[in-house]
């Protein structure tokens, strides 16, 4: 079964950091891009990082760029994201998804990671 | 960056009603569209990708149309375990972004 187990989120003041894991399990873990998407309390979602097979090619949303930064250790199926400067309204759950292969499409989603952002 | 604009927020159905939600792209994607559902306290869930094919296991009741900047997503006979929050979600290049999400109710 294919898997994904986010971890490390908790509460943090502002200015902080924090470092985020995702576990895959039950797929090839280096043929795929993978992804961060963030839902803050009662929001939609957002898409915030994304990562290429082979680290080649990496994104980031506006709202993020500079502060958080996504890496992978194909290795160890483990995906991370280390998040710098946080501020209040990067309070969210934190989702890992996996880029299906053939089309740009999350297939599959972890459990989410709840990141609390406050003094 | 590409903006979403997904129409309704929300929307009240009967059960066995037709239901579509629209999203329109400020720029054309081509069918780089994608659909998920999200229920309550789960993490969404893949429907549609490439703005008209459906995800293996997904009810044939789920649809999705569109290309360019404006696509539909249509349920075609409303059922009680439909009812969720249903976001699009454009992908370009290796930038990505949601519409704001349609909530279903029932009616």
């Known amino acids: 079964e294919m898997q994904l187990v986010e971890s490390g989120g908790g509460l943090v003041q502002p200015g902080r950091s924090l470092r985020l894991s995702c576990a895959a399990s039950g797929f090839t873990f280096d043929a795929y891009a993978m992804h961060w998407v963030r839902q803050a309390p009662g929001k939609g979602l957002e898409w915030v990082s994304g990562?290429?097979?082979?680290?080649?090619?990496?994104g980031y949303a506006d709202s993020v760029k500079g502060r958080f930064t996504i890496s992978r250790d194909n290795a160890k199926n483990s995906l991370y994201l280390q998040m710098n400067s946080l501020r209040a309204e990067d309070t969210a759950l934190y989702y890992c998804a996996k880029e299906e292969g053939s089309h740009d499409a999350f297939d599959i989603w972890g459990q989410g990671t709840m990141v609390i952002v406050s003094s | 960056d590409i903006q979403m604009t997904q129409s309704p927020s929300s929307l009240s159905a009967s059960v066995g009603d037709r239901v579509t939600i629209t999203c329109q792209a400020s720029?054309?994607?081509?069918?780089?569209l994608n659909w998920y559902q999200q229920k309550p306290g789960k993490a969404p869930k893949l429907l549609i990708y490439d703005a008209s094919n459906l995800e293996t296991g997904v009810p044939s009741r789920f649809s999705g149309s569109g290309s360019g900047t404006d696509f539909t997503f249509t349920i075609s006979s409303l059922q009680p375990e439909d009812i969720a929050t249903y976001y699009c979600?454009?992908?370009?290049?290796?930038?990505?972004?949601f519409g704001q999400g349609t909530k279903l109710e029932i009616k």
């Open positions: 990562i290429s097979w082979n680290r080649g090619s990496i």
């Open positions: 720029q054309d994607i081509s069918n780089y």
């Open positions: 979600q454009q992908h370009d290049d290796l930038s990505y972004s």
